[in-house]
């Protein structure tokens, strides 16, 4: 079983919708969660942390649940520019390593 | 500022040729990363180093492949010999790590083709 699981999409939805994902971890110990952004062809990049209180940046809202082991990531109003792969990272302790989900693939269309 | 900076930006090579991927990380970051993405098994950690010294190198696929940071500006990964098999993006990212949560920021990536 991989550490990290994402359903791998595509996830087509329309500009101004509402999309979420999930993505499940099979390491309790996992200590720090984040979710990365990858454009096309291009390197992966933070997008946020994921706290265990749940988090908001602007449309974008994070949530943790430990007790079933799994992260989402909300997309409100869904831009053109919000087209990307989404990645979940899970760090297992203060250590730098950090494990990768094989990515959601998002496409808005208009 | 210049952020991570990897070279060549793209690799073509025949089977059984050595091929060497340089990386530069952000100066001050004390953590070094090399990765390598494919379609079928996404971004996987290969090797990374605090403060020039390899941590874990448990994801390096096999004794072809070896990577070093003699300084803290500079890093290598060495494929030799090369195998088609070897053919994806491979991307360098560095952190300033403490024990707390940093960000990795990851250069452009080097795409290599092994035919």
């Known amino acids: 079983r991989k550490e990290v699981e994402q359903d791998p999409g595509p996830f087509n939805v329309p500009e101004g919708a509402t999309v979420a994902f999930n993505c499940t971890y099979s390491?309790?110990?996992?200590?720090?969660f984040f979710w990365y952004r990858q454009d096309c062809r291009k390197e992966p990049k933070l997008l946020m942390s994921?706290?265990?209180s749940g988090n908001e940046d602007g449309r974008f809202t994070a949530q943790l649940n430990r007790a079933s082991q799994y992260i989402s990531l909300l997309i409100r109003d869904s831009k053109l520019s919000d087209s990307a792969t989404y990645l979940c990272?899970?760090?297992?302790?203060?250590?730098?390593?950090?494990?990768f989900g094989t990515g959601t693939r998002l496409q808005v269309t208009l | 500022d210049a952020g991570v900076i990897q070279s060549p930006r793209h690799e073509v090579t025949e089977m059984g040729q050595e091929v060497t991927l340089r990386c530069k990380p952000i100066?001050?970051?004390?953590?070094l990363f090399w990765y390598r993405q494919t379609m079928m098994r996404g971004l996987e950690l290969l090797i990374y180093?605090?403060?020039?010294?390899?941590?874990?190198d448990s994801g390096m696929p096999e004794d072809r492949f070896s990577a070093k940071m003699p300084n803290a500006s500079f890093s290598t990964l060495k494929i030799q010999p090369s195998e088609p098999r070897d053919s994806a993006v491979y991307f360098c990212?560095?952190?300033?790590?403490?024990?707390?949560?940093?960000?990795?920021?990851f250069g452009p990536g080097t795409r290599l083709t092994v035919l």
């Open positions: 180093f605090n403060n020039n010294v390899p941590i874990d």
């Open positions: 390491n309790s110990a996992s200590q720090s």
């Open positions: 990212a560095s952190s300033f790590w403490t024990s707390g949560d940093n960000e990795q920021f």
């Open positions: 994921v706290y265990s």
């Open positions: 990272v899970v760090k297992r302790s203060t250590a730098s390593k950090l494990t």
């Open positions: 100066s001050g970051h004390n953590s």
